[in-house]
């Protein structure tokens, strides 16, 4: 019991002090492009804040992504969501404790109207199924009347783990992709039906985006 409880402190205090720095690492070994960078520009220049939603196996280099901007970032109030919050406000970005399920989602949708900056949020966390969007993201889509832009990432040379989310770590010194879709408006009068489409639309043009990203590098893609 004492060395578990030991374990976990150790955990706390040194996870994302390690996060962040694999991360940091990862950036200034690894070149990056990005695909439709104009959709989320086309929000920051106008001043209008957006929900980022990418998934939960891709999380590690968000970050990259949006350097220099206001963000909140929805995180699990598990002891793992806790660790990768402080490992995001080493970058800057404020974690908020939820998640994307109607259950976890009541104190995330206060605590969002005093924050007016972008949202990053990983619609198939904190527990999956890994790449099915859980209503939540949607439905603070509706509250909010923002609009739910899809991202994703990949790399040339990776590593993804055989876990819930399919854990994507590139490899130093490989290429990077990040690749914007387009946005998804979610109508503030809609009902249950509208919803499932939207979350369902999502769900499609995530896994289309990170499909393309997956093979991006392949020599036989013609990156069109």
């Not at 994302?16 to 720095?21: L, Q, Y």
């Amino acid at each position: 019991m004492f060395l578990k409880t030991i374990k976990k402190k150790l955990v706390t205090w040194w996870g994302p002090w390690c996060a962040c720095w694999v991360i940091k690492i990862l950036a200034w070994t690894m070149r990056f492009e990005e695909i439709h960078p104009e959709i989320p520009k086309g929000f920051w220049e106008k001043g209008i804040p957006a929900i980022g939603a990418f998934w939960h196996g891709r999380l590690l280099m968000m970050p990259i992504i949006y350097r220099g901007r206001k963000l909140s970032f929805l995180v699990s109030a598990h002891r793992d969501g806790q660790v990768v919050g402080r490992a995001l406000q080493r970058f800057g970005f404020y974690p908020i404790l939820g998640s994307t399920t109607r259950k976890g989602f009541s104190g995330f949708k206060k605590m969002v109207k005093a924050h007016e900056s972008d949202i990053a949020i990983a619609p198939d966390g904190p527990q999956g199924p890994c790449h099915q969007v859980q209503i939540g993201v949607i439905e603070l889509a509706k509250l909010t009347g923002r609009a739910v832009i899809p991202f994703t990432f990949s790399a040339s040379k990776r590593k993804i783990f055989n876990t819930w989310d399919q854990f994507l770590l590139p490899y130093p010194f490989s290429k990077g992709v990040f690749i914007w879709g387009e946005p998804i408006y979610v109508d503030r009068h809609g009902d249950g039906a509208h919803l499932e489409e939207k979350r369902a639309l999502l769900e499609n043009r995530l896994n289309e985006l990170t499909e393309k990203a997956d093979h991006y590098f392949d020599k036989s893609n013609d990156r069109s």
